[in-house]
């Protein structure tokens, strides 16, 4: 069986093989572009050279990109844990063409890496392209359909709507129509009964889709309108911990080798066993080993946990799985620091950041786990007593109550109330927050971080997480 290492290395010496220049992911953390908070995609790195404002180094390239895809037009969060194969963050393999091949050969190489490199049974694996939009006057994929129909049985072919099949980074930027290659993992009889192209694109947790290969020939512009781009351009993207799950021949990405030394030492720090079921238990275990990923590589690229922006992002996401251990491994004390050098071992020949800053960010990380178990408990003691108490809904006040006097993050809040067949009143949420940031700029608090960095002669200097990297030698951190 291949490990996860030589199939990452597999995908990267293939694409150097076609004369791609193999490049670093860029960071998780994206600065200076309005649009997007979190690389969500291999090719946001490349959006100036589709957009033709930069000319890339190079025509070809390809890389391993790590993504998160928990706010704005991606977001998976609430599926993490509870199916098999989303993730906050993964991994996502992709080869690009700047300006340079286009949809033949791209197709062809993922086919030939896919059956011939990896050894695929071809029966297992369908195709999709993009069926056309009148609506945007968009044609259907004729090109990539005429190339499919030689490598593939026609029945093997799906025909895919705007949602699955025309691939838009965010509500603007470079985007265009998409072939996605799909696996059937079920068993013989299974597949037999019903085929696997009934499945595609229904959530069938043995039926996923790997990979995507996206014809970049649009500019979606701010006023919704689609531009088309002086060239045209290959991104393609495939999910590493999903192809990883199909080549080691398992029921969850969750078994395979990239999940299982962080599940394992959950296990021996909690006392728990992990089941590889559907129980509140289990959900546990998944949910801490892929937010422990998010968590660990998102401060290690600079973006420190705070109660604004990006940083509530990670913020929320740790005490997501906070809650988890705290409720349903009964673990009562600050866990995921403990797994960060497992993490940081792991991963340190593929992205050594972290494993470089590792005492850093298990400091960061247990510190806001201190700090959110401090109000846990009555927070949930707080939950019952609403939950009790109200019928089917909790409203805004008592959202608004758990968010700021016990630093329950409004998805956690919900989340414990979908547990619990309840809703939340969103908008009454919102509403009391305005309120409240009303009433603050009405006392001149200024709204900021609250990871705050201090020479260390304590003298009060705040440097700004753009300069991270190169001042955490001189700057100690302390919450605010
Ligand atoms: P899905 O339909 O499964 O949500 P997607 O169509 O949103 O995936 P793309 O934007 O096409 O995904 O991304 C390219 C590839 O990245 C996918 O084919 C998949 O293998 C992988 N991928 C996407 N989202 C995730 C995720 N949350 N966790 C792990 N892998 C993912
Ligand atoms: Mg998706
Ligand atoms: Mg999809
Ligand atoms: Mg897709």
Avoid at 115 to 131: A, G, Q, S
Avoid at 136 to 141: C, M, V
Avoid at 211 to 240: A, C
Avoid at 391 to 416: K, Q
Wanted: net charge negative; proline share 4%; aromatic share 12%.
């Amino acid at each position: 069986m291949l490990t996860s290492a030589e199939i990452r290395k597999a995908f990267l010496d293939f694409f150097a093989s076609k004369g791609h220049v193999i490049v670093p992911s860029a960071p998780i953390v994206v600065k200076n572009d309005p649009t997007l908070m979190f690389t969500n995609a291999g090719m946001n790195q490349f959006k100036d050279y589709f957009l033709g404002n930069k000319k890339a180094p190079y025509t070809r390239a390809a890389d391993t990109q790590k993504c998160l895809r928990v706010s704005g037009k991606h977001n998976d969060l609430e599926e993490v844990g509870v199916d098999t194969y989303h993730h906050t963050m993964f991994e996502m393999l992709g080869n690009w063409s700047f300006g340079d091949y286009f949809k033949k050969e791209a197709i062809e190489w993922s086919w030939e890496l896919l059956t011939e490199v990896y050894k695929i049974p071809k029966d297992r694996l369908y195709v999709t392209v993009f069926e056309g939009d009148p609506a945007e006057n968009l044609p259907a994929s004729t090109v990539a359909l005429a190339k499919w129909k030689q490598l593939v049985a026609e029945d093997h072919i799906v025909y895919g709507n705007k949602k699955d099949n025309f691939w838009e980074m965010g509500d603007t930027g470079p985007c265009g129509p998409c072939s996605e290659i799909h696996v059937d993992c079920r068993p013989d009889t299974e597949r037999a009964q019903v085929p696997g192209r009934d499945l595609v694109n229904k959530d069938h947790p043995q039926v996923i889709e790997i990979w995507n290969n996206v014809f970049i020939q649009y500019n979606r512009k701010k006023d919704g309108s689609l531009e088309p781009l002086p060239s045209t351009h290959v991104d393609t993207g495939m999910g590493f911990e999903r192809l990883v799950r199909v080549l080691q021949g398992k029921q969850s990405n969750y078994d395979t080798d990239v999940f299982t030394g962080t599940i394992t030492a959950t296990e021996k720090i909690t006392g728990k066993t992990y089941g590889f079921s559907d129980n509140r238990a289990d959900i546990a275990f998944r949910v801490i080993a892929d937010h422990i990923r998010a968590i660990g590589f998102t401060i290690a690229d600079g973006q420190l946990p705070s109660n604004t922006g990006a940083g509530y992002v990670i913020r929320r996401i740790l005490r997501r799985a906070v809650r988890y251990y705290y409720s349903y491994l009964d673990y009562k004390q600050p866990l995921l620091f403990q797994l960060m050098p497992v993490l940081a071992k792991q991963f340190e020949t593929v992205f050594p950041e972290l494993q470089q800053q590792l005492d850093f960010v298990s400091k960061v990380v247990k510190e806001e786990e201190e700090a959110f178990l401090r109000t846990l408990e009555k927070g949930l003691k707080k939950m019952d007593d609403i939950m009790a108490g109200s019928a089917t809904l909790i409203d805004g006040a008592a959202a608004f109550e758990l968010y700021d006097t016990y630093g329950f993050p409004l998805d956690l809040t919900m989340l414990i109330a979908r547990e619990n067949k309840l809703e939340v009143d969103e908008a009454g949420f919102r509403k009391e927050m305005e309120q409240q940031k009303e009433r603050s700029r009405a006392a001149t608090v200024v709204d900021t971080e609250d990871w705050v960095g201090f020479q260390e002669d304590q003298s009060s200097v705040f440097v700004g997480y753009d300069q991270l990297e190169v001042e955490t030698k001189l700057i100690r951190y302390r919450k605010v």
